[in-house]
Antibody
Framework: QVQLVQSGAEVKKPGSSVKVSCKAS????????ISWVRQAPGQGLEWMGRIIPILGIANYAQKFQGRVTITADKSTSTAYMELSSLRSEDTAVYYC??????????WGQGTLVTVSS | DIQMTQSPSTLSASVGDRVTITCRAS??????LAWYQQKPGKAPKLLIYKASSLESGVPSRFSGSGSGTEFTLTISSLQPDDFATYYC?????????FGQGTKVEIK
């Protein structure tokens, strides 16, 4: 059974950074792409970027270019999303998701990141 | 990035109604379109992929159509479990984009 388990909720100050982890189990981590999607309170879904662990290549949405870094550690089957220069508008639930056949087949449980002074 | 525009933003309907949601892409995405259902506090669930293919386990009352820039999601007979928010998502480009969502409410 595939599971993506994310790290716990975070409260951050404006201007700081946050790093969310996503540990995969039950599948071959390197064989899939991991995407990150966020959802602000009461808002829609927003794709942030992805990583292909077997290649170590990451791609990002233009909106987040320069502010987000997505990495993966194949030895621990864990993906990471780091967002810097946080502002209040970054308050959201951040999801990792496994991509198969170009589509999401499994989601993490979500991590709430609250940015507040 | 490709922009995805859904309409309506909110839809009020009754159990048994036929419901249609529209999604438009800012440029052609062929048939590389998916539809997701999301309930409060939960991750989205894949309903339709490649514009019209039904994901395994999804009830047949859900259907999708369209290609190029215009797509629709239809629920043939709305059930109580279907009250939720629906999102389209393009995957023609590796830079995915989602529509803003359509909330289906009880009338």
């Amino acid at each position: 059974q595939v599971q993506l388990v994310q790290s716990g909720a975070e409260v951050k100050k404006p201007g700081s950074s946050v790093k969310v982890s996503c540990k995969a189990s039950g599948g071959t981590f390197s064989s899939y792409t991991i995407s990150w999607v966020r959802q602000a309170p009461g808002q829609g879904l927003e794709w942030m970027g992805r990583i292909i662990p077997i290649l170590g290549i990451a791609n990002y949405a233009q909106k987040f270019q320069g502010r987000v870094t997505i990495t993966a550690d194949k030895s621990t089957s864990t993906a990471y999303m780091e967002l810097s220069s946080l502002r209040s508008e970054d308050t959201a639930v951040y999801y990792c998701a496994r991509v198969a056949r170009e589509l999401i087949d499994y989601w993490g449980q979500g991590t709430l990141v609250t940015v507040s002074s | 990035d490709i922009q995805m525009t859904q309409s309506p933003s909110t839809l009020s309907a009754s159990v048994g109604d036929r419901v249609t949601i529209t999604c438009r892409a800012s440029q052609s995405i062929s048939s590389w379109l998916a539809w997701y259902q999301q309930k409060p506090g939960k991750a989205p669930k894949l309903l339709i992929y490649k514009a019209s293919s039904l994901e395994s386990g999804v009830p047949s009352r859900f259907s999708g159509s369209g290609s190029g820039t215009e797509f629709t999601l239809t629920i043939s007979s709305l059930q109580p479990d279907d009250f939720a928010t629906y999102y389209c998502q393009q995957y023609n480009s590796y830079r995915w984009t989602f529509g803003q969502g359509t909330k289906v409410e009880i009338k």
